[in-house]
């Protein structure tokens, strides 16, 4: 178990150091998500431990945004100085990108002769994702 | 009372306060959403960050001093973005399948939601501080701060509109896209990780692997689109 979160975090540590190195534009454990995802290409399954480690992990990562959350008390005279084009632009702009994408991606897969059904491997509950 | 006064002092220098306060909050936001039957406008984050800041304020607490316990729950999303690695290989082949819809999907995501939050904001006459912080609004934080920071905005700003971003995606998006008649995982998971990153992918996670690998690969290939392509265009623009 131990080794399976040393691999995650050296995997972090090496998308960390590579994106410093390069100045690329994507943050380091984006790089690390790419290095996981290779290993696991490499290896041809996912070892259980490391599985149980990453669910583990991917179960609470709405808890991991809350202390960034609660940064909103650092900006509240910026927000309500632009309040409205604020709450209209992050409203709509985020409902409009949701559409587009899904559209877009409904769209480009209807023809696909072995149709991805909503009913394939999951649980639905109330309709929501 | 003085007594009571040091105890207080004591709690407050140490991690231990806020880290508690963090998990409880999240749990009182998790239970509320359980009983509220997983209503998704009771997003247990939104519940938590309320909650936190209405304590804090209270208490007449800093952030920093807040950020001292919690930094331990926050330094864990960089290792949780390395875990999508799992669900992603355990849905690449249907990835693989339709690899040129997902590229195609997040590109035109991206577009819309850079184009769409700038020309908002401008027509309703936002500050340029503003708009900078708009532009990479559905892009995951640590990017969207390094763009914004690039086209001279504020970085704190910045995350402060992704994180509203992330929260209002994951809270509406379910409704939207059942609205629309989208019922494919796939798509659903792309859309919410395009629009509303990490906390879109851990929205869609909850209900369905496939639409949560889709999110997190929805949410990485946005952060690279955005980093590349909004420079681009803002230099078309202004």
């Known amino acids: 178990m131990l080794n399976y979160l040393t691999l995650i ?13 390069l100045q690329a534009p994507v943050p380091g454990p984006v790089v690390g998500m790419v290095l996981l995802f290779t290993f696991l290409m490499a290896r041809g399954s996912v070892p259980n431990d490391l599985a149980s480690v990453g669910d583990t992990l991917l179960r609470y990562l709405s808890l991991m945004f809350v202390p960034a959350g609660v940064g909103v008390m650092l900006h509240f005279k910026l927000l309500g100085d632009d ?10 702009s985020t409902i409009l990108t949701i559409i587009v994408t899904a559209w877009v991606m409904v769209w480009l897969t209807r023809a696909d002769p072995p149709a991805v059904g909503p009913e394939a491997g999951s649980h639905p509950k109330d309709g929501a994702a | 009372m003085g007594e009571l006064r040091d105890v207080w002092v004591y709690l407050s220098a140490t991690p231990l306060l806020h880290l508690t306060l963090t998990l409880a ?21 939104l519940l938590a960050v309320v909650l936190i800041v209405a304590v804090l304020l209270v208490t007449g607490t800093r952030y920093d001093a807040y950020f001292e316990g919690a930094q331990f729950v926050h330094f864990l999303l960089g290792p949780a973005t390395v875990a999508l690695a799992i669900p992603l290989y355990r849905q690449f082949e249907r990835v693989r399948r339709s690899a040129l819809a997902v590229l195609v999907s997040i590109l035109a995501g991206s577009t819309t939601a850079m ?3 700038v020309g908002i904001g401008y027509v309703l006459s936002g500050s340029s501080d503003t708009l900078i912080a708009l532009a990479p609004k559905s892009v995951t934080a640590p990017v969207a701060m390094g763009i914004a920071e690039q086209l001279g905005g504020l970085p704190s700003l910045t995350a402060v509109l992704v994180l509203i971003t992330g929260i209002t995606g994951a809270v509406l998006g379910p409704y939207v ?3 629309i008649g989208v019922k494919d995982w796939a798509a659903r998971g792309l859309a919410m990780g395009t629009a509303s990153h990490g906390i879109g992918t851990a929205r869609a996670l909850q209900v369905s692997e496939i639409a949560g690998a889709f999110s997190g690969l929805a949410m990485g290939l946005n952060a690279l689109a955005t980093a590349i392509l909004l420079p681009l265009l803002w230099g078309f623009f202004f």
Do not use: D
């Not at chain 1, 309040?83 to 709509?92: K, Q, S």
């Not at chain 2, 909050?25 to 984050?45: C, D, E, H, I």
């Open chain 1, 9 to 21: 975090l050296g995997c972090q540590l090496v998308g960390e150091l590579t994106t410093q190195a």
């Open chain 1, 83 to 92: 309040w409205l084009p604020i709450a209209v632009a992050l409203l709509i």
């Open chain 2, 115 to 117: 184009l769409s939050a």
């Open chain 2, 177 to 179: 896209l059942t609205l």
């Open chain 2, 25 to 45: 909050a999240f749990q009182f936001g998790s239970w509320v959403y359980s009983r509220g039957k997983m209503n998704p406008t009771l997003n247990p984050v």
